[in-house]
């Protein structure tokens, strides 16, 4: 049984890629790439080795064919060091707007929020989106409306009440100095 390390590291490459940045992925695709490529132009190199001259021609051939295998090597190479150059920087922005969610879930809350937590906490739901949740939003502003408007009855209502209960207790007052 002949396994070779690229298809161990292609298996283990895909197995950890579940959770893992997406520059971080593209790293390891462009590592990938550029080792087959630097494997592709080596194999060219050793299969030059069967390759028989016989004329000075054919070695001026082979040699030149040589040379551009080592420069292809080389300019892979150099592809891939200029790539890790984006890559770093893919990477410093996605880590970034990673750390700028989580600062931003970590902001104080206003007490309102806190109230809306608070509430989708005890009653176990979660606001759904699109149109039911618009609708559930229209209800929840009804509802608040509403309790607005029956607190600004209950307290007019009390305020007539306190006061026409002054008024009765000044007039009994009144009655029993007579």
């Known amino acids: ?30 590592q990938q790439e550029t ?5 592709f132009y080596e194999q060219q190199k ?25 420069e292809q090597i080389a ?12 890559h770093i920087l893919d990477e410093s922005t996605e880590r970034g707007e990673k750390i700028a969610e989580a600062a931003e879930k970590m ?30 939003d229209e209800m929840e502003e009804v509802v608040k409306e509403m309790t607005e408007h029956v607190a600004e009855e209950m307290t007019e209502t009390l305020d007539e009440a306190v006061s026409e209960q002054a008024d009765v207790e000044t007039a009994e007052s009144l009655d029993e100095e007579a």
């Open 46 to 70: 050793e299969n030059l080795k069967n390759v028989t001259c016989e004329t000075v021609e054919e070695i001026a051939e082979k040699l030149k064919h040589l040379h551009s295998y080592n």
């Open 1 to 30: 049984m002949n396994i070779s390390w690229n298809q161990t590291y292609g298996v283990l490459q895909r197995v950890n890629s579940f959770g893992m940045l997406q520059s971080t992925q593209s790293k390891l695709e462009r």
């Open 75 to 86: 300019a892979v190479k150099a592809a891939y060091n200029n790539e890790q150059m984006f």
């Open 107 to 136: 902001e104080p809350k206003t007490p309102e929020e806190r109230r809306e937590e608070l509430i989708e906490e005890a009653l176990g739901i979660e606001k759904p989106d699109g149109a039911l949740g618009e609708v559930m």
């Open 35 to 39: 080792q087959n490529q630097v494997e």
